[in-house]
């Protein structure tokens, strides 16, 4: 029950312990309702380290903590507070189980109750531990205080936890061989996403992920001119689709920069970009979606960022595919096409850039780009024969994202250059030094299935 009825001050009172603790209390409380009723879940682990030296040889060491428990204890070790004694991992396993889930625990507060004991290890909530303070307004002498330490030990599953709060932060399994590891999906109650690797892990890798499906719809965008980007109507879920990860990508970029985020805000900024996405899926919706758990933030954010990315993969699939073209040798350019679709009910397009102008590059682009296979181009070269025919396409289809100061060509598919590219799978460009600069991409349109 809690207790927020404040002491009454009042001329004539007789100071006694019972006061200062009932105010103590009170003051107690009061912070607790209050981060109850106006924060994120507020208990679990800022930082968490354990001693890896020590598992590997079978004890199980907390080296460093901080945070809050579930009543509201505030934890920070070992700069205030104490480290608990080591276990034993082979007492915790005699029974032959295979996984044991382990707690930081400390014994419940007793109102009206002892909560202090004179030593370390009894079932009181604190011991005292006396030492000697300077006044801090005066030069005089020290004075002993008696402090109250925190009594913490390491419980395991299955062992007697009644009477006691509990932090669970470990998860260790006990391999063939007979030596122990950290299970690393296991997230304590975390209230900062930097404490934790795997948390860490999962926004960075989304981010990362992001940013390679917005540069895949940025390259699907038409250039109007040269600051601005043109969609066409078929072109219309790509624009959203780009729009809603442009849209959360800085928040989440934040989160990963910022020195504390609580693990539910991003969650829900993650469940937001979930959301949105589903929009685009025929499978998924929004009622699919994990919850937030505080207590199994493992299995909650394994699983929504597992269907993220299966989202982020199946939206808005493209009807073309972009192979840049990268220096083989001198003056020859060459892609891998590395996979049968590519080759099926397809048509090649050939984009040239280069610091020609554009009406001489259309022109004799033509008559001086030999195109054919990796393997095959150089034969080309040396007995100058044609490679595949390329026709300059004026107005490229509207399928095709079209670049400023790129010109389109069709490339010929067919006779026994196109059937060596076949063969070979892949796609290879002699450009001689008449085209200074070139870049190029080979655009292969598969045809539409709507």
Known sequence: MRQLQPVVWSKGVFLSPQHLQAQDRFFGETLRFLIEALSNPYWGFIELQLDGTSLGEGLLAISQASGVFPDGLLLDMPSSDTQPRARSLDECFQDGRKTCVFYLAIPQDRPGGMNVGT???VSTRFY???QMLRDENSTGTEKPVSLARKNLQILADGENQ?????????????TEAGSYRLDTKFVPPMLNVRGNELLNGILRGLIEVMVARCSQLVGTRRQRNQSLADFSASDIANFWLL?????HLPVLRHFLEADHVHPENLFVQMLSLAGALTTFSRKIEPRDLSKYEHDRLGPCFIALDALISELLETVVPGNFVALPLKP????IYAAAIDQDKYFENSRFYLAVSSDMRDADLISRAPSLIKTCSATHIEQLIRQALPGLKLTHVPVPPRAIPVKMRYQYFS??????????VQRARNFAA?????????EMELIILFASTD
């Open 243 to 247: 729009y809603t990860l442009n849209t």
């Open 430 to 438: 002699y450009v001689p030094g008449e085209i200074p600069n070139p």
């Open 119 to 121: 030593q370390r290890g």
């Open 162 to 174: 009644e009477g006691s709060v509990l932090l669970p932060f470990a998860q260790i399994e006990r």
């Open 411 to 420: 490339v010929e598919r067919s006779g026994g250059v196109w059937e060596a």
């Open 128 to 130: 005292a531990d006396l």
């Open 328 to 331: 083989l040798r001198d003056s």
